[in-house]
């Protein structure tokens, strides 16, 4: 089972950037998603740097993917996908149909991100023909599903599983961040930046509830998959995708790893935890509500 780094959801500064893979490049994740998924003004780090720092990482010995923005709003967007899209150094993970239809139409094998629908064999196998080579696990999605579709899985097609991170909920043509401000969008002054984790949403009743990511809403509580690292690795998947943070990224790629490789999973979750803002969940997971912190009940 490998472990993967997927693209950073945040707004941070271009050097934060830089620093974080760097050390990336050091860590025992074997694969590594590098780009902008969650809006195009996004633009500290360009095109070109991502490309460089692939290079960097693929020197390192990295499986480098480019991920592909998940909401497109404007030409100016379609047209970055498809200079993406046709980039011949590295494979594409596709966020949206737009881009599987590109990277299908050239010809091309892709991954899909956890934001493609794929909830059942059907869809696996059309995607397949059409040049699927590794897709995500939708997180709203358990373990029971993914049994089935493992069950039906077309043989040269790898799967793997969001396994560390604040769940991506949903993504809207606003920007809910901006406005959280009273600023508009396009005068959004890159509030974003403020947040290196998104921004704490919490309810009338004072509970932590949601994050605001700009465009995108995640889960205030953070997804933990170490719990079903048994059940994940009966079912044969392939790949451990884990979400970075502003804070630990690289010492939870070394609490996975250890897990893997079959330290005691007791102090390994204990620490995990510790270092999780807000707390663990896993319910998705385990046929229950999303924010809860269940147990495996897949025999």
């Known amino acids: 089972m490998k472990l993967s780094i997927g693209p950073i959801q945040y707004f941070w500064d271009r050097q934060r950037v830089l620093d974080f893979y760097e050390r990336v490049a050091e860590s025992a994740a074997e694969i590594v998603y590098l780009g902008e998924v969650i809006c195009s003004k996004r633009r500290l780090v360009s095109p070109e740097d991502w490309l460089v720092i692939g290079n960097d990482l693929k020197q390192s010995g990295k499986e480098v993917i480019l991920s592909s923005l998940t909401l497109l709003e404007a030409a100016s967007e379609l047209g970055a996908l498809k200079k993406l899209c046709r980039n011949e ?3 594409v993970e596709a966020n949206d149909v737009a881009a599987i239809q590109l990277l299908s139409a050239a010809g091309k094998d892709f991954v899909t991100g956890p934001s493609v629908n794929i909830y059942n064999d059907h869809t696996l196998r059309l995607l397949a023909r059409k040049g699927l080579k590794r897709w995500v696990l939708p997180v709203e999605l358990g373990l029971e599903t993914l049994k089935d579709l493992q069950a039906h899985r077309p043989a040269g097609v790898e799967t793997e599983v969001f396994a560390l991170g604040r769940l991506p909920l949903s993504y809207s043509a606003r920007c809910y961040t901006a406005r959280s401000h009273n600023l508009p969008k396009d005068d959004c002054q ?3 930046l403020d947040y290196p984790d998104g921004r704490l949403l ?3 009743e004072d509970q932590d509830f949601l994050v605001l990511n700009g465009i995108q809403t995640q889960s205030a509580l953070t997804h933990q998959a170490l719990d079903q690292l048994s059940e994940l690795n009966a079912l044969e998947v392939d790949v451990l995708r884990i979400s970075p943070q502003s804070r630990h990224a690289l010492r939870t790629i070394e609490i996975f790893d250890a897990a893997r ?3 005691d999973l007791g102090p390994l979750r204990e620490e995990l935890v510790s270092l999780l ?9 385990v046929n229950q509500a999303g924010m809860d912190d269940g147990d495996s009940k897949v025999a």
């Open 89 to 91: 150094g590295f494979m």
């Open 190 to 192: 890159f509030k974003c």
């Open 261 to 263: 490789n079959g330290a």
């Open 277 to 285: 803002p807000l707390g663990a969940c896993n319910g998705y997971l």
């Open 202 to 204: 919490k309810t009338q």
